[in-house]
């Protein structure tokens, strides 16, 4: 079975410091992993994806991601936060397993980050 | 191209009253997806679907059902909804299973 943790369920911020939201899987297999953004009252917005290869992934909004296999985390950093990054962030992970089972996305409890002024 | 298309945008319905939540893509896509969000739980799977008329349940299924008769529509059912079934529920589509998930913009469903 594969789980998601997100470490910290808020995570408070004043507007152009750096954020770094942390995030631990566990899979017996290989595995595809994903950050999504809610925004207030709105559906999931996928931010950035780790299929294979070079473990630093850019996204959207000025955010990235370190995969790290032997700590099995998926953190995601952005180096300078604006107010409208306001939201709740969650990270997903899909295992390499066989038959129909690969695709389903296991999300962690999300965390949503406050940029303040 | 709309994406994923939920309908209604709000329900509340009677505890034993039964409706259906609809979910249209028009992306193509073979997956399908149904998620509940309820506060500090994150998403869970209720049902999913791999191409039409395949489906099969997820973490939460109790209480829902689902068919997948075409590519593009994937309703939920409530059967005889119960005040555990208030939550926002989520429809997700995506084309394989690494290219991550297309949301909805979801339905908050009160049950009283």
């Known amino acids: 079975a594969q789980s998601v943790t997100q470490l910290d369920s808020q995570v408070p911020v004043f507007e152009e410091a750096p954020v770094e939201l942390r995030c631990n899987y566990s899979s017996s297999v290989s595995v595809y992993l994903f950050w999504y953004v809610q925004y207030p009252n709105q559906g999931l917005q996928l931010l950035l994806k780790?299929?294979?290869?070079?473990?630093l992934v850019k996204g959207i909004n000025g955010f990235e991601a370190e995969f790290n296999k032997s700590q099995t985390s998926f953190h995601l950093r952005k180096p300078s936060v604006h107010i409208s990054d306001t939201a709740e962030y969650f990270c997903a992970v899909s295992g390499d397993f066989s038959g129909g089972s690969n695709y389903k996305l296991t999300f962690g409890k999300g965390t949503l980050l406050t940029v303040n002024p | 191209n709309a994406g994923v298309t939920q309908t209604p945008k709000f329900q509340v319905l009677k505890t034993g009253q039964s409706m259906t939540l609809q979910c249209a893509q028009d992306?193509?896509?073979?997956?399908m997806s149904w998620y509940r969000q309820d506060p500090g739980m994150g998403l869970r799977l209720i049902h999913y679907s791999v191409g039409a008329g395949i489906t099969d349940q997820g973490e939460v299924p109790n209480g829902y059902n689902v068919s997948r008769s075409t590519t593009e529509d994937f309703p939920l059912r409530l059967l005889s909804a119960a005040p555990s079934q208030t939550s926002v529920y989520f429809c997700?589509?995506?084309?394989?299973?690494?290219?991550?998930?297309?949301f909805g913009s979801g339905t908050r469903l009160t049950v009283v």
């Open positions: 780790y299929l294979s290869g070079s473990t």
């Open positions: 997700a589509s995506s084309p394989r299973r690494y290219y991550g998930y297309t």
């Open positions: 992306m193509n896509h073979e997956y």
